[in-house]
């Protein structure tokens, strides 16, 4: 069942017209969702674009820091939305509270995105940015020893795949936050077949955003994380889960799986979320507890080095 507060925001904006584009091409699907949901902005002390490294040249990335002349851990955020759509405008919000909240910077990555820059090109970006962050870091005013990466959906997947990938490195993050991750393309799992074919977040729009991130190849598992052989030696996770999501089944199979892999794992299935609730905070309770449990679980790694 759907939390009230979530499921009256749903009608709204389903009674209000909100439809998306068909057929969907990433350019009309980046035009109805690449617009900020429309709220007074958390106040940051600083915050300011920057230019980051990149896979080929430079991205655009931003910088939140609620206390500027401090040195703060800071957070690398990569935006959800289906590696098609999704701008550092669109989760500014996510950025600010997670500031806010972590008592931490955020440094908010604008990656290249697909179909135009399929994989690996979205990873090679958030990786090579991770790369520069100690020569950025007094720039910056964080500390880049210890820092942590987040994201939400397609974010997530990057998340989990910047973790494996600088698996047993210096450059690893300290804890990998993973709001309700794509982490594999595969379309038959209970809480798949369950999905409704109308909502937030449809199997039919999954299988075309992965299509337009890895086209037809089987993904490997930098990809798809869920594939990885090993994932022995990650940080540690916390995964935030929604119950009514066709993401959800993995994402719990790929939480249980770090547990028994020995990586510290907390594990949040929230049984009244629906995909992307946790972009609502302020709005749902049930968001603002989702953002509490990524915060929480920040501060004390954070606290702890």
């Known amino acids: 069942m759907i939390d009230p507060v979530l499921q009256q925001m749903m009608d709204a904006m ?30 940051i002390a600083e915050v300011r674009d920057v230019e980051v ?7 655009p990335a931003r910088l939140y820091h609620p206390k500027p002349g401090e040195t703060l851990p800071v957070v690398v955020l990569i935006h959800g939305g289906g590696w098609v759509v999704g701008t550092l405008d669109t989760h500014d919000g996510l950025a600010r509270v997670l500031a806010r909240e972590a008592g931490c910077a955020v440094l908010s990555l604008g990656y290249r995105l697909a179909p135009e820059h399929p994989y690996p090109a979205p990873l090679d970006d958030c990786l090579a940015a991770i790369a520069e962050l100690p020569a950025r870091a007094a ?36 804890r990998q936050v993973l709001f309700y991750p794509a982490l594999d393309r595969r379309f038959d799992t209970p809480s798949y077949l369950a999905a409704p074919d109308e909502g937030i977040l449809t199997v039919d729009m999954m299988r075309w955003f992965w299509h337009q991130y890895v086209g037809d190849a089987e993904p490997d598992a ?32 790929y939480a249980v799986a770090l547990m028994k892999a020995g990586v510290p794992t907390d594990l949040h299935s929230f049984s009244g979320g629906t995909h992307g609730f946790a972009s609502f905070f302020g709005i ?14 920040l501060r004390v790694t954070f606290q702890r080095q």
């Open 139 to 174: 720039e910056f005013g964080v500390r880049a020893e210890g820092y942590a990466v987040a994201g939400d959906s397609a974010g997530g997947n990057l998340a989990a795949a910047v973790a494996l990938a600088l698996k047993g490195k210096p450059t690893a993050p300290s």
């Open 222 to 253: 930098l990809a798809a994380p869920s594939r990885a052989t090993s994932l022995e030696g990650l940080p540690p996770a916390t995964v935030v889960l929604a119950a009514n999501d066709p993401l959800h089944d993995e994402g719990f199979a």
């Open 284 to 297: 749902a309770p049930i968001a603002d507890q989702a953002i509490a449990v990524a915060a929480g679980a």
């Open 14 to 43: 389903a009674a209000s017209g909100f439809a998306l584009p068909d057929p969907i091409t990433p350019v009309s699907l980046r035009a109805v969702l690449d617009n900020p949901f429309p709220v007074e902005p958390i106040p």
């Open 53 to 59: 490294a990149g896979g080929e040249g430079t991205i």
